[in-house]
Every structure is written in structure tokens, then in C-alpha cells.
């Protein structure tokens, strides 16, 4: 007892009032208070509830667009096309050799930026989902309207030609893709609440461009609107955001976890575009891998210098590991799970 009353005598008599006394106001409350805090402790617990609920959705159709059948996960061959005509098809002895669908396709002309193909004698294609008949012009993925798309294996396998500079790439898919059929789910970091930050998108004069290099080595100059500056831990960061058409401004960044938990050439997140008060949010729960972290046959754009921070963002997608284990519904368990969404440019 006289141990207790010394160890009283110690703590300075205001604090030990207030201590003394916040049990007895806490009591004293008028129902109109105690109301008031519940309706608050009610919403902060929806507030999160939706937090997680959309962090889920959101993992969710990030999966769904991955596997569609012609996901990013759907690739399996980018080939280069040189000027000139060139024979195609899976069979050795062709040119161009694909990896999936007939030993013959037909023949494949670049001449001055005009794509010409004319398909082998007998084989079955289809030209954008109709009959192919004949020989035809494709176009590439810079005509305003999208590429050309030539079907085959009863339309379980698409060619488009895409464009990269000046150079131009034929693209396959198959929805029997190893890269498909196998995939194991995506490891996330688990979803926070902090680091969905509030942040200031300062503008850059019109028509300013930003140089990207993307996977393959080629270099676009890329509308560059302005860029995003945040604050994390007292530090404030900056990231120039580039603008593809669209609701929303894409930021390809890298940070202290690349290369170390997360993919070594950065990772992607959109953001809505700014407020009239330039305010913009940024989920980093939602940062998302590039399709070359899935693929091989991906050309993904690279993090300028500019985006190369000096933070570990500990949120959002990890590095895709092909043999890891998933979890049911495709996802290792690690916090709520969702290319984008396909990333674009890529």
C-alpha cells in the first residue's frame, strides 16, 4: 500500500486529475453525445468496408482483363516486320514462324508503311470477326479505329500488326497460351488505407511531351500533361503523369521495391484526372505489374528518371512469380485482391 501511495505521489496532480475524471465525463455524456459518437464510430467502420470492398473489386477485374482470351496473359509471339514480303506461318520453313495455328498463313508485305496480306490457298481466316476471302490491307494499333484483326484456329488465335516507333511488330495471341493456361494468381502487398493519398497535379504548358522508352528500345514522345506531387512519412514526391486519352492520367513509376518485391521495370497506376482544384488521388494499392512482368512478347514502357523514386511503396501488385502457389479465386492471401485493367501502350 505505501509502495502505491509513493508511486502516486510521483505522476504530477493534473495529469492524475484528468485520469481520475475521464471515466466519470465519459459517463456524464448527454445521449445526444453518446449518439454522435456512435453515428461516427459507424461511419469510419462503412467508411472502411467500402475501402475494402473496392479494393477487392478493383483485384478482381484486374484478373478478369489478364485472362481474357485475349488478355495480356494471352500472347505468344511478337515478331518483327522488315520491309519487304515475307512467308509465315508455324512450319519451320517460313520467314516468320508462329507459334501456334497453321503451317501456313500467307504472305506478309511492308512497303512504305502499308501492310498487304495475302493468305495461303485454302486456309480459313477471318478480317475483324468477318470471312476473310481475299487478300487484304491491315492497318496497325496507331489507326484511330485499332488494328486489323485476322482470326484463326476457329478463332481461338488473333494477328494484329502494332507500331513502336517506326517500327512495326506482328502480335499473336491464343487463348491456349502456357502464359494463360498456367497462370498462378498475383501476390499483393495488403491493402492499406494510407497509402490512398491525396495529391497535387501541377500543370505543364500545352503540348508539352515526355520522352518513354519502352522494353523493346524504341523511344515515343509522350504527352506529358503535368505532373502529380504528393507527400508520404513528412517527404514530398513528384510524378510526371502521361496522358493516353481517357478518364485517366497513367503514371509508370519505379520505386526502392523494384527489382527487390516488386517488378524490376516499374509498375503502372491510373488516376482519375485532377479536380478543378487539381486534386487528384492516388491509390498505390492499385499499382499494377506492366504486361511484360506476365509476357514475354509485351513492349511495355519503361519509368522516365524523372519517376524513379526514392520510397518504397509497399502497396499494390508484388513481382509475378509463374510457379507460386494461389490462393482459391486465383490470388495469394495477401490483403484484398484485384494490365488496367490491360495497361495501355504496352
Not at 115 to 131: C, H, K, S, Y
Not at 133 to 153: E, N, Q, R, V
Not at 159 to 170: A, M
Not at 174 to 195: N, R, V
Amino acid at each position: 500500500m505505501a509502495a502505491a501511495c509513493a508511486l502516486l505521489r510521483l505522476i504530477p496532480r493534473p495529469l492524475l486529475c484528468a485520469a481520475l475524471l475521464l471515466p466519470a465525463l465519459a459517463a456524464c455524456d448527454s445521449p445526444q453525445q453518446q449518439a454522435q459518437a456512435q453515428r461516427e464510430a459507424e461511419q469510419v467502420a462503412a467508411a472502411s468496408e467500402t475501402f475494402a470492398r473496392d479494393e477487392q473489386l478493383w483485384r478482381e477485374h484486374r484478373r478478369e482483363e489478364l485472362l481474357k482470351p485475349d488478355g495480356w496473359t494471352s500472347l505468344i509471339g511478337l515478331h518483327p516486320i522488315d520491309e519487304g514480303s515475307h512467308y509465315f506461318g508455324s512450319d519451320p520453313d517460313n520467314g516468320i514462324r508462329v507459334g501456334a495455328g497453321p503451317e501456313h498463313f500467307g504472305m506478309l508485305t511492308l512497303t512504305r508503311g502499308k501492310l498487304r496480306f495475302v493468305p495461303e490457298r485454302g486456309a480459313q481466316f477471318t478480317l475483324n470477326d468477318q470471312p476473310l476471302k481475299g487478300a487484304a490491307t491491315l492497318l496497325a494499333d496507331d489507326y484511330p479505329a485499332g488494328p486489323s484483326k485476322i482470326g484463326f484456329d476457329a478463332g481461338k488465335g488473333v494477328l494484329t500488326v502494332i507500331k513502336r516507333g517506326d517500327r512495326y511488330l506482328l502480335r499473336v495471341r491464343h487463348s491456349e497460351a502456357p502464359t494463360l493456361t498456367g497462370f498462378k494468381g498475383i501476390d499483393y502487398w495488403p491493402a492499406q488505407e494510407d497509402w490512398k493519398i491525396s495529391g497535387k497535379f501541377v500543370a505543364h504548358p500545352a503540348g508539352k511531351t515526355i520522352d518513354i522508352a519502352n522494353i523493346i528500345g524504341t523511344i515515343e514522345a509522350t504527352p506529358n500533361p503535368g505532373a502529380i506531387e504528393f507527400e508520404r512519412d513528412g517527404q514530398t514526391y513528384r510524378i510526371e503523369a502521361l496522358d493516353q486519352g481517357g478518364d485517366e492520367l497513367m503514371l509508370v513509376f519505379a520505386d526502392r521495391t523494384s527489382g527487390h518485391t516488386s517488378y524490376s521495370a516499374g509498375r503502372f497506376l491510373d488516376v482519375a484526372r485532377p479536380n478543378l482544384q487539381g486534386k487528384v488521388i492516388l491509390d498505390f494499392n492499385k499499382a499494377y505489374n506492366p504486361p511484360c512482368a506476365f509476357t514475354a512478347y509485351a513492349t511495355c514502357p519503361l519509368p522516365p528518371p524523372e519517376n524513379r523514386l526514392n520510397l518504397e511503396v509497399l502497396a499494390g501488385e508484388k513481382t509475378y512469380k509463374p510457379g507460386a502457389a494461389a490462393a482459391p479465386g486465383g490470388d495469394t492471401q495477401h490483403g484484398a485482391k484485384p494490365e488496367t485493367a490491360a495497361a495501355p501502350a504496352s
